[in-house]
């Protein structure tokens, strides 16, 4: 935790030097900050990595900030770079190279969507055509009959033991791709998750329901650093159903709204308060109708990322502003 406190000082300082920057917590600021002029994503507070998670964050921002530039140069280095032959993208690319080629499923179907509303957005047809490509090849690789369902796994890799990752199921994702199976199977496996407390980062579908795990490389059940994104990705749907499942978290998150790690029945583990975990309770508030308790944590997490700057709270922020309170990403 201290390297990761140093880091995040210096960030602050090299941007702190930067006065025409927009503020964080933004979609210009999180452009400015972490795009570099190739359009790749740096994770300036990680080692300078890229990941395709990250470009799809800077996809839909851009879509957001109606900036067609940046989203031309993001995803023509997304497409050179990180395109594998089943069109799929890359997860890690670092050092000149893809050093982890196994896709991430959250990534493809953000890059997707993003590319799709910018068919829409820019008026550039290749762009929804691209969309449509990276869904089909979502569809024909990262989906597998489980518990008498299709469902959306956390990529290839996690197929035959249909290993999923319930943040990385984006409703909005779906109604937009026409994913109307993997959304409903999404929504009825969310549902059961729910029925004993928060979220999981992970889960295992078996034939008789799911269950939560630890994540693939070993550990406890824990609502975290992922699992924070599901109430998000819940009160941004269009349908009622997903937002009553965003705000049955809220209960579970009032308490102590920022801490990043909690067990699953919401008690808070020690751990540093984080943007992203302020903007899932956030989205949690929204979708119970407590407008005014989300938009301070809104304002909470906005302030935290301005004095703590991090790849993944800046992102968060801003997709949190775009996903709640505009339409900058698609209106029901």
């Given at each position: 935790?201290?390297?990761?406190?140093?880091?995040?000082?210096?960030?602050?300082?090299?941007?702190?030097?930067?006065?025409?920057?927009?503020?964080?917590?933004?979609?210009?600021?999180?452009?400015?900050?972490?795009?570099?002029?190739d359009?790749?994503?740096?994770?300036?507070?990680?080692?300078?990595?890229?990941?395709?998670?990250?470009?799809?964050?800077?996809?839909?921002?851009?879509?957001?900030?109606?900036?067609?530039?940046?989203?031309?140069?993001?995803?023509?280095?997304?497409?050179?770079?990180?395109?594998?032959?089943?069109?799929?993208?890359?997860?890690?690319?670092?050092d000149?190279?893809?050093?982890?080629?196994?896709?991430?499923?959250?990534?493809?179907?953000?890059?997707?969507?993003?590319l799709?509303?910018?068919?829409?957005?820019?008026?550039?047809?290749?762009?929804?055509?691209?969309?449509?490509?990276?869904?089909?090849?979502?569809?024909?690789?990262?989906?597998?009959?489980?518990a008498?369902?299709?469902?959306?796994?956390?990529?290839?890799?996690?197929?035959?033991?249909?290993?999923?990752?319930?943040?990385?199921?984006?409703?909005?994702?779906?109604?937009?791709?026409?994913?109307?199976?993997?959304?409903?199977?999404s929504?009825?496996?969310?549902?059961?998750?729910?029925?004993?407390?928060?979220?999981p980062?992970?889960?295992?579908?078996?034939?008789?329901?799911?269950?939560?795990?630890?994540?693939?490389?070993?550990?406890?059940?824990?609502?975290?650093?992922?699992?924070?994104?599901?109430?998000?990705?819940?009160?941004?749907?269009?349908?009622?159903?997903?937002?009553?499942?965003?705000?049955?978290?809220?209960?579970?998150?009032?308490?102590?709204?920022?801490?990043?790690?909690?067990?699953?029945?919401?008690?808070?583990?020690?751990?540093?308060?984080?943007?992203?975990?302020l903007?899932?309770?956030?989205?949690?508030?929204?979708?119970?109708?407590?407008?005014?308790?989300?938009?301070?944590?809104?304002d909470?997490?906005?302030?935290?990322?301005?004095?703590?700057?991090?790849?993944?709270?800046?992102?968060?922020?801003?997709l949190?502003?775009?996903?709640?309170?505009?339409g900058?990403?698609?209106?029901c």
């Open positions: 935790m201290r390297l990761l406190a140093v880091t995040a000082l210096l960030l602050a300082v090299a941007l702190a030097g930067c006065d025409e920057q927009a503020p964080a917590g933004t979609a210009d600021g999180f452009l400015e900050r972490y795009v570099g002029d359009g790749r994503v740096v994770r300036h507070d990680q080692g300078g990595d890229t990941v395709s998670e990250g470009q799809a964050y800077a996809l839909l921002l851009s879509v957001a900030a109606d900036d067609e530039d940046h989203f031309a140069r993001v995803w023509e280095w997304t497409r050179a770079n990180l395109r594998r032959r089943d069109g799929l993208l890359a997860w890690r690319w670092a000149g190279r893809v050093v982890e080629n196994e896709p991430a499923t959250d990534a493809d179907l953000d890059a997707a969507r993003a799709v509303l910018a068919g829409e957005r820019f008026g550039e047809p290749r762009y929804a055509s691209a969309g449509r490509a990276l869904a089909r090849a979502i569809a024909d690789h990262a989906t597998a009959w489980a008498d369902r299709t469902v959306l796994v956390a990529g290839p890799w996690a197929r035959d033991r249909a290993v999923v990752n319930p943040s990385y199921w984006s409703p909005r994702a779906f109604q937009q791709l026409g994913f109307d199976d993997v959304a409903a199977s929504r009825r496996l969310t549902e059961r998750l729910l029925e004993s407390g928060l979220p980062d992970w889960a295992r579908v078996e034939p008789y329901g799911v269950i939560p795990t630890g994540p693939p490389s070993g550990g406890e059940p824990a609502y975290s650093y992922d699992a924070v994104r599901v109430p998000i990705r819940l009160a941004e749907s269009c349908d009622p159903a997903d937002r009553r499942l965003a705000a049955r978290t809220w209960p579970r998150l009032q308490d102590a709204p920022g801490s990043a790690r909690r067990a699953l029945d919401g008690a808070p583990v020690a751990g540093e308060e984080h943007p992203a975990a903007v899932g309770a956030a989205a949690a508030a929204r979708a119970a109708g407590d407008r005014r308790a989300s938009s301070d944590l809104l909470r997490a906005a302030e935290l990322a301005d004095a703590r700057p991090s790849y993944y709270g800046d992102a968060w922020v801003a949190g502003r775009e996903m709640l309170e505009t900058a990403l698609g209106r």
